[in-house]
């Protein structure tokens, strides 16, 4: 019977893609939830499920780099992974989660423009991730990701304006309506800066290994 030292290598890389999977169903929730946000009670209890399903896979990779010798690349690189990609799934959830609290009849075109472009750019991630040991590049995807994100900063823009914008048929007269928007529009913001932080870490990670 033949020995090693090392114990076999867990499989980081599927356990990333799995991790993806949760990220891209709840994104794809919560496009559903921007669409029709007068009855999204239901489809809020799906993301926490699947948030909670993202935090299984989360202290398994967690555990298994713990206990793990020899990894498929640096120990830090699949640690970032791991956070963003649960940091990326819980803002997911909190957006969700403040569009059913605050009652939302309507989701704002700016919003709903958003979160569609966060589904399209977590879904690229998972392509990258499906990448990675490989020998085929992500230029091409490092490359949409970043035309999703520069959209998504003008759409903030706009959308902030369009609180602020007393004069405009869609506009805000509510204070507390402007704080609550601002708290909307700061998750989706803080969940597409992470997702654009994780495919440039990815795009490092292919460089560096290459």
């Known amino acids: 019977m033949s020995f090693s030292l090392f114990p076999k290598?867990?499989?980081?890389?599927?356990?990333?893609?799995?991790?993806?999977?949760t990220i891209v169903q709840a994104a794809t929730v919560l496009e559903k939830i921007v669409q029709e946000a007068g009855d999204c009670e239901e489809r809020c209890q799906t993301v926490n499920m699947i948030e909670a399903e993202g935090d299984?896979?989360?202290?398994?990779?967690?555990?298994?780099?713990?206990?793990?010798?020899?990894?498929?690349?640096?120990?830090?690189?699949?640690?970032?992974?791991?956070?963003?990609?649960?940091?990326?799934?819980?803002?997911?959830?909190?957006?969700?989660?403040?569009?059913?609290?605050?009652?939302?009849?309507?989701?704002?075109?700016?919003?709903?423009?958003?979160?569609?472009?966060?589904?399209?750019?977590?879904?690229?991630?998972?392509?990258?991730?499906?990448?990675l040991g490989g020998k085929e590049g992500i230029e091409q995807n490092v490359r949409r990701v970043k035309d999703f994100k520069n959209e998504c900063e003008m759409l903030l823009l706009s959308g902030l304006a369009e609180l602020y914008d007393t004069g405009s048929d869609t506009a805000c007269t509510?204070?507390?309506?402007?704080?609550?928007?601002?708290?909307?529009?700061?998750?989706?913001?803080?969940?597409i800066g992470r997702t654009w932080g994780?495919?440039?870490?990815?795009?490092?990670?292919?460089?560096?290994?290459a």
């Open 9 to 21: 290598s867990p499989k980081f890389f599927d356990l990333f893609r799995e991790q993806n999977r």
């Open 198 to 209: 994780l495919a440039k870490a990815i795009e490092g990670i292919v460089l560096k290994n």
């Open 174 to 191: 509510n204070l507390l309506d402007i704080m609550k928007w601002n708290h909307v529009y700061d998750r989706i913001d803080k969940a």
């Open 56 to 131: 299984i896979i989360n202290r398994n990779i967690a555990y298994q780099l713990s206990t793990t010798f020899i990894t498929p690349i640096d120990r830090e690189d699949i640690h970032e992974i791991n956070v963003s990609q649960e940091a990326i799934l819980n803002h997911i959830q909190a957006v969700a989660s403040r569009i059913g609290v605050y009652g939302f009849t309507r989701v704002r075109f700016p919003a709903r423009r958003m979160v569609a472009n966060l589904r399209a750019m977590v879904t690229e991630v998972g392509v990258m991730l499906g990448k």
